[in-house]
Each structure stands twice: as C-alpha cells, then as structure tokens.
C-alpha cells in the first residue's frame, strides 16, 4: 500500500490533481496501473492478494503438498482443447489464467521457460479464470476458445499477442480481440458466432467451476500433476515439483 500511496501522491503533487479527479482518472484508464504492476509485479503482490487470517504456516503447505503428491487432484484434461508439448508427456501442467492480469502474463512467459527446459516431459493446458474485476478477461476466455475452434495454432499465436499487449488491449477493449484474430487469418464471421455460442460458454463456466473445485481462488494457479502452485512463482519452484515427478514417475 506504501508504493500505490507514493504513486498517487507523486500525481497529485506533478498534475496538481485531486484525490477524486485521480480516482476518475485511473478508473477510466486502467492500464497505467497494469503497465506498473507488469514491470514491478512482486511489490504489489501484497495489495491484491493480502494476507489471509488463519493463513496456513509453512508446515501447512508442506503438509499439504506432501497429501497431494500422495494423492494428487485430477483436472480434466480434453484433447480436443489447446494442449502445448507432448499429448502423452509424464507431467502435465494445467493453469487457471486470467488474459488481463498481468500475474498470468509474467506466468506464462515462466511456463514457456519450462516447456523449453523439459521438451516431451512437459504438457502444458490452459484454461480460464477470469477475475469480476477485469472486464475484459471473459470476453478474451470466449475469444480464445472461438478461435481455437478454427485452429489450435491460430488461438496460440492469439494469447501469445494479446498477453504481450494487455495495455493496448486496456485501451482498445474488445476491439482489439478482434484486431488480432483478423491479423491472424481467423474466419471472423465462424468465430464471432462461435464466441457467442453456447458450447464456449459451456468450456469457459467449467474452466471456472473445476477451479473452484481444486481451490483456485486467484491468479494465476496451477496444478503440476495435481499438485497445487499458487502465484506468478519463478521456474525453480516448478522445476522441484516437475522434477519430483520425473524421479518418482
């Protein structure tokens, strides 16, 4: 809260601004907040996942992995989705994402870090979870799953763009999914009826729901083997559950 406190401060003092109008101003552009959190994610971790009462201790989450390495959550993996690396490697790695948080795009870039480390051992699903406080983020689940659809390379090349970009994405709003998609080569009209359809509906509310069930609460989370890794946590932590895997498998 110290460093969002300094940041408003510092506007106040250089645009002579008061704390309504700056309120007014934020809440209408959004992505100069996103753009600050992107390059300095680890210091505003606290503000939008605070500390828990009750929290559970170091032990705890020992305990807990250890039960999960023992008996391990199961998410249902649908090969008729979008699966990264190989279909039948002995890891597989299932995120709960949301495309507006700029955690989740600090996440997958650590999520291809590891795809390139670990070649055929590594697959690797992405599904949705898109927090209420990002407006954008359902309309970009539903865009994705449309052109996914159409081609699993196209809705690749698409998440890959649109993470990279979220602050134009803040901008131009639903615009700019479909700016993206008609760069691509997708069929615009098939994928506009098929974002509206409710069969990607139905993939996005059970993304939602299955994420619920194994205790997603936030972005991005993930589950390695079903075991559960909350956060935008650097590779080596992926790395000792990955490995475990392998050494145990």
Known sequence: ??????????????????????????????DI?????????QKFQGVLNPPRQNAPTAADEIARREEEFKNPKKPA??????????PKAPVTIVA???????????????????RKKYGNKVRYVFKHFPLPFHPLATPAAKTYE????????????????????????????????????????????????????????KIVDQDIEEGKA???????AFLVNGVFIVGARPAKDFEEIIDRWLKEG
Request: hydrophobic share 40%; charged share 25%; aromatic share 4%.
């Open 33 to 41: 907040l996103v753009e600050v959190m992107k390059k300095h994610p």
């Open 96 to 114: 709960y994402s949301d495309i507006q948080c700029p955690f989740c795009y600090r996440a997958e870039t650590t999520m291809e870090e590891l």
């Open 77 to 86: 993996v649908d090969t008729a989705r979008v699966i990264l690396g190989n």
């Open 1 to 30: 809260m110290k460093i969002l406190s300094a940041v408003v401060a510092l506007v106040l003092v250089v645009s002579c601004t008061n704390k309504d109008q700056l309120q007014k101003i934020l809440m209408e552009n959004p």
């Open 214 to 220: 194994m205790g997603v609460r936030g972005t991005p």
């Open 146 to 201: 449309a052109i996914a659809l159409q081609s699993k390379d196209k809705a690749t090349q698409w998440l890959a763009e649109v993470f990279q970009n979220q602050q134009t994405l803040g901008q131009e709003k639903e615009a700019y999914l479909d700016q993206v998609a008609k760069k691509l080569g997708v069929n615009m009209e098939r994928m506009k009826k098929d974002r509206d359809s409710e069969k990607v509906q």
